[in-house]
């Protein structure tokens, strides 16, 4: 199928409404030069989509702060960040809201709830269907797709049938099968009368469920888990107050469970940053580019990790020896001088640390963010409750104290690696095996770690819940069995000692993406008949499924199960991968991608 030959507007239908699909449609709006009709497809508000959908307690909030959230898209479109919006047409048009009390309070470091994140996606989307004229929201799930000389055909579960020129797939995190473990969970608990929650978003309709004043297993430290602990407690009625002396108090209300979660570092995420560097931004990267690295196919973890780490450290001493030159010994001209000259993790550069730094809290450590728990053991479970109140207290302390900037610092490295690594991988020179377990399997969850975590707020709540005793801390490699003899489900960690029976479990964490076990009914027909694909990757390594729809990495096209891409399908998202070729620089980022499949469809129409 080529550019169109009837007369007539461009039709496309773009399936998913939330943020991902405003934003093509965003870009469709900015870039189209003659009429363009969209059909926009999902169950859930156009805008918010089903994620932010205004119906949605207020005590859950976005992870990013307002200043940081928007849908802008291009140097051609105007589109404000949250906050820009809540100052100036969000302030107008929910004065008499019931959202107006959290945009008088707001401020560009504001953590918006969800409410107030819909409002605004709501906002965008209509701006940019008013702006376009002939968009038609069908609130409907869309359940197949065929073509024919007529165009797309997109069938919807209302029986209604659209015809269009390109389809883009824009669902977002889609919801994929029980697997067998959780089937076997399910069945478990239903035998014996017992409670289970399977992975996916934190649903208050689902928590509701859950029963008052009993032991409940949550496997999962993650936001998933931030969202469940903040419904199942203050949710309930609990609350928080402010001490004299400035802590954060928990006073329960009765309703709430008994809280035991762990996780495999047996440690929650990392609160967000609330520092500022005094030093200004290092020159990062300096020892991790695509040009420092060795010829040929690379390992991350043997070849590349070392390298990341000296650029950790670089940000980290940048920041010490220029921020807070009273605790170092060395001039920082000569101490960089050693650290361009050393291997990461010889003994010359752990020589000059150890004399340009006297105190060892100062000194850079990557090497031991990745096992919090390293080498530690617990005499019992209340030793270990209290190491991890320990733990999130120097945290809390590490993510806001102006003394602890060298962190930041030290964050900017990794936060670079990740964007070297993808250059490397969309240029095709890592080895399936190693992008595949080692960058998506371990790097990129250990940098979400670090960087993505909740709010400092939130880790205060937690800190807060567990002196309170309404939670507690499984261990790391937590693990969960089903007792038959006891019809009860059985939590513990191999580090930490004593076992927890309970009669609830959740899996508070979310799904991998899984093509092929899809829970999307238009994604499961279009697999079943190979018009589209799992991502995969393939060496003399071995051959590596993602579990992502495989795309074109120049333009999103949808990719065949025969490695054909489709010209008038296409496909967004975070469930979305693209088949890594050499010299094929990657989208690192939504709003690359948004345009490079807005201006592919338009291309149809000329």
């Known amino acids: 199928m080529g550019a169109l030959s009837a007369p007539g507007p461009l039709r496309v239908c773009v399936i998913g409404a939330g943020p991902r699909g ?4 965003d870009r469709l709006c900015a870039l189209a030069t003659g009429p363009v009709e969209v059909h926009v497809v999902d169950p859930y508000p156009a805008g918010p989509g089903r994620i932010w959908r205004r119906a949605q307690p207020n005590l859950l909030w976005m992870n990013s702060r307002a200043a940081g959230v928007t849908l802008f898209s291009g140097a051609d479109n105007d589109v404000p960040s949250l906050w820009d919006w809540a100052r100036s047409a969000g302030a107008g048009a929910l004065a008499r809201d019931e959202l107006a009390e959290e945009v008088g309070r707001a401020t560009s470091r504001w953590f918006a709830s969800r409410p107030l994140a819909s409002a605004y996606f709501s906002w965008v989307f209509q701006r940019a269907a008013d702006r376009l004229g002939q968009v038609r929201v069908h609130q409907d799930q869309a359940v197949d797709l065929w073509e024919t000389e007529a165009g797309q055909h997109v069938l919807l579960a209302s029986g209604e ?14 919801d994929v099968r029980a697997t067998p473990a959780e089937l076997a969970c399910q069945e478990f608990a239903d035998r014996h009368g017992l409670g289970y929650l399977p992975r996916g978003q934190a649903d208050p309709a689902a928590l509701a469920a859950v029963p008052a004043g009993e032991p409940v297993l949550l496997r999962g430290l993650g936001l998933t888990f931030i969202d469940t602990m903040v419904l199942l407690t ?17 006073e329960p209300s009765g309703l709430e469970p008994l809280l035991y979660a762990g996780s495999r570092t047996g440690v929650p995420y990392h609160a967000k940053s609330d520092n500022a560097l005094l030093a200004g931004a290092p020159e990062l990267p300096r020892y991790f580019r695509t040009d420092t690295v060795p010829p040929g196919q690379l390992s991350f973890l043997d070849q590349l990790w070392p390298k990341v780490c000296k650029d950790i450290a670089y940000g980290h001493y940048h920041e010490l020896f220029l921020g807070h030159p009273d605790r170092v010994r060395l001039g920082w001209p000569e101490f960089l001088a050693g650290l361009d000259a050393f291997d990461w993790g010889s003994p010359e550069l752990a020589d000059l640390v150890a004399r340009a730094v006297p105190d060892p809290a100062d000194r850079a450590d990557p090497d031991s963010w990745t096992d919090p728990l390293a080498g530690r053991s617990f005499p019992d479970a209340e030793a270990f409750q209290e190491w991890v109140r320990e733990h999130v207290r120097a945290d809390l302390d590490r993510r806001s104290q102006s003394h602890w900037s060298p962190d930041l610092g030290g964050l900017g490295g990794i936060s670079w690696a990740v964007l070297t690594v993808l250059q490397l991988a969309g240029a095709g020179r890592l080895t399936a095996k190693s992008q595949v377990t080692e960058v998506e399997g371990w790097f990129l969850p250990f940098m979400s770690f670090l960087t993505s975590g909740p709010p400092g707020r939130r880790l205060a709540e937690l800190l807060a819940l567990s002196q309170a005793g ?18 009860r489900f059985v939590g513990s960690s191999p580090r930490v000692p004593g076992e927890v029976p309970a009669r609830f479990l959740i899996e508070a964490r979310l799904a991998e993406p899984n093509l092929a076990e ?6 499961r027909n279009l697999f079943g008949r190979g018009e589209c694909a799992e991502e995969e990757l393939a060496d003399e390594t071995g051959r590596y499924r993602t579990g992502r729809l495989a795309a074109h990495p120049a333009d999103h096209r ?4 025969d490695g054909r891409a489709h010209p008038a399908r296409f496909a967004v998202g975070p469930s979305v991968g693209t088949v890594h070729r050499p010299g094929v620089e990657p989208e690192i980022e939504a709003f690359g991608q948004n345009d490079r499949v807005a201006r592919a469809v338009l291309s149809l129409g000329s």
């Not at 203050?234 to 928990?250: H, I, N, S």
């Not at 899809?518 to 994604?523: F, K, V």
């Not at 949808?558 to 199960?561: D, N, P, S």
Request: glycine fraction near 12%; charge should be negative; avoid cysteine.
């Open 22 to 25: 405003t934003g093509v449609l």
């Open 234 to 250: 203050e949710g309930r009625g609990g609350k928080f107050r402010r001490t004299l002396d400035g802590d954060l108090v928990y």
């Open 470 to 487: 309404v939670l507690r801390f499984l261990g790391p490699e937590a693990k969960v069995r089903a007792e038959e003899s006891a019809g």
């Open 518 to 523: 899809s829970a999307d009914a238009l994604l």
């Open 558 to 561: 949808l990719l065949a199960a």
């Open 161 to 174: 049938t659209l015809v269009v020129d390109a389809v883009v797939l824009a669902q977002g995190h889609v």
